[in-house]
């Protein structure tokens, strides 16, 4: 008598799971679809009346000279979407896979930021202490702006500490790299970091002030800050393509995208050198940094995570510090999305990594987010139309863009001849041409009359180019800021 019901049960069961098989099949291909839509929906934000709007991923990155990109895309606690795209370099042509790593650039201040607070949780270190209380092989010197209030982790990790030195510039592969404490007493290529502004007074993006949480971490864990960082942060977080090492060994570079300028070519030794490796340093791949913006969310929202800090330090991290920054990531709220992100800008590397928790009255209901990695100058203006149609293809809107229609103007031979390597005050500046349009010191810019161009992000050029075509004076104007620039022409790179 107990047959037929053990019968039945199979029977369901098997139903069951051949209905859950097709469901997820079905799923898979409609998800399939949705994304092959994305991939041909990349929309400039200033497009030309009675042209072509919509483009495809590798039509743009064809169109900004970017060889490679890499995308992951998160919803709900999933990467739904991971695909990489074009070549490592274009010499070889060999082909970007989803083990590629690039530069992430200042993407690792937000990874730097964790490792320092995982201290902060074991005791190790403080928030609100004297930084030089765990600094041993370098101190921060007294000023007169610190007579009052010292600098502290808190306010380093949040940009509100009055320190200098904003970014690097890092070291061709040929040039002696200083060590990090060389960099901080200005023996490098930068200028040392100092307080010169009173902690806590304002906002200020300093570099500098993650190369001394780099030194603090070694100095109070007694570990290289690329060992501590592997061991103690990117293991847990299960970031298997990713290092802290600069140089990279050998077995990395093998899997390393190498950076490109503007013009499409390839940086000298294929990428530079960056000892800031607290700012600047980390290597990795899309997925292993989406898998980072899950597990904050899963540890924001108290679930199961592999995230190495305490719930409520993540929260901490998660809430705005000063004017702009958390513990580490941009903060900032639309439409009642928590956006917690950060973009990298590294010679020849572009990249940005944001997350969000979508915060309605009745409790948070969604999370996702978006990674990218490029190995080209221009990267960020892929990123920015690609984040936007992925606002408009998974329906989170306060990604998407505002888009100009204008007419088309074409280029005369002399705007052509404006194309070139310039120099500014030592800054190597490209204008180059692709279609009938000119790219700018790293913008794309728009004919509105002879020599007067507008940019997608509202700026104002106005040209003035020398009779012999080497010499360009520059006036750019962005709403009430105005700057004057003079450009010579550089012969060799």
Not at 96 to 107: E, P
Request: hydrophobic share 40%.
């Amino acid at each position: 008598m107990r047959l037929f019901p053990q019968c039945f049960l199979a029977w369901s069961l098997v139903l069951t799971f051949c209905s859950c098989k097709s469901f997820y099949r079905a799923r898979s291909r409609i998800e399939e679809t949705k994304f092959a839509q994305l991939e041909n929906s990349i929309s400039p934000f200033v497009v030309f009346s009675s042209q072509r709007q919509k483009f495809s991923i590798a039509e743009r990155m064809r169109h900004y000279r970017v060889p490679g990109l890499m995308l992951a895309i998160i919803d709900q606690g999933e990467i739904v979407f991971l695909k990489s795209y074009g070549v490592k370099d274009n010499q070889s042509n060999d082909a970007v896979n989803n083990s590629t790593i690039f530069q992430a650039a200042s993407v690792s201040k937000p990874i730097t930021a964790i490792g320092a607070l995982s201290l902060v949780d074991r005791g190790l270190l403080h928030l609100d202490s004297d930084i030089n209380v765990f600094l041993k092989s370098w101190k921060l010197p007294d000023s007169t702006f610190t007579i009052d209030e010292k600098v502290t982790l808190r306010q380093i990790l949040s940009h509100t500490a009055g320190l200098s030195v904003g970014g690097f510039l890092g070291y061709r592969t040929d040039e002696r790299v200083p060590a990090a404490i060389d960099v901080l007493a200005g023996l490098g290529n930068s200028s040392p970091v100092v307080v010169d502004a009173v902690p806590k007074s304002r906002t200020r993006y300093s570099g500098g002030g993650y190369v001394i949480a780099q030194v603090m971490m070694e100095d109070v864990s007694g570990q290289p800050f690329a060992a501590f960082m592997k061991r103690n942060i990117l293991a847990p977080l299960a970031m298997e393509n990713s290092s802290y090492a600069q140089p990279l060994p050998l077995a990395l570079k093998k899997k390393a995208a190498l950076g490109h300028f503007a013009d499409g070519a390839m940086v000298p030794g294929g990428y530079y050198i960056y000892p800031e490796l607290g700012p600047a340093g980390l290597w990795a791949n899309a997925e292993d940094l989406a898998k980072v913006i899950i597990a904050i969310q899963k540890s924001y929202l108290g679930m199961k995570n592999t995230m190495p800090l305490s719930q409520a330090t993540v929260k901490e991290m998660l809430t705005r510090q000063g004017e702009r920054f958390g513990l580490g990531p941009k903060i900032e709220t639309k439409d009642k999305h928590l956006i917690f992100e950060h973009n990298g800008s590294n010679v020849g590397y572009k990249a940005s990594w944001m997350g969000f928790l979508d915060q309605k009255d009745t409790g948070i209901l969604h999370s996702g987010g978006i990674v990218a990695l490029t190995n080209g100058d221009n990267g960020f203006h892929l990123i920015e139309e690609i984040v936007s149609a992925i606002g408009e293809n998974m329906a989170w809107q306060f990604l998407v863009k505002e888009k100009k229609e204008m007419p088309f103007k074409p280029l005369t031979e002399k705007e052509r001849a404006m194309a070139g390597i310039f120099d500014k005050n030592g800054e190597e500046i490209f204008i180059t041409e692709n279609d009938g349009i000119l790219n700018f010191w790293g913008h794309e810019i728009y004919k509105v009359n002879d020599f007067n161009f507008v940019s997608g992000t509202g700026h104002h050029n106005s040209f003035k180019l020398s009779d012999d075509l080497n010499t360009i004076e520059v006036d750019v104007t962005f709403g009430k800021q105005k700057e004057f620039l003079v450009l010579k022409r550089k012969q060799t790179r």
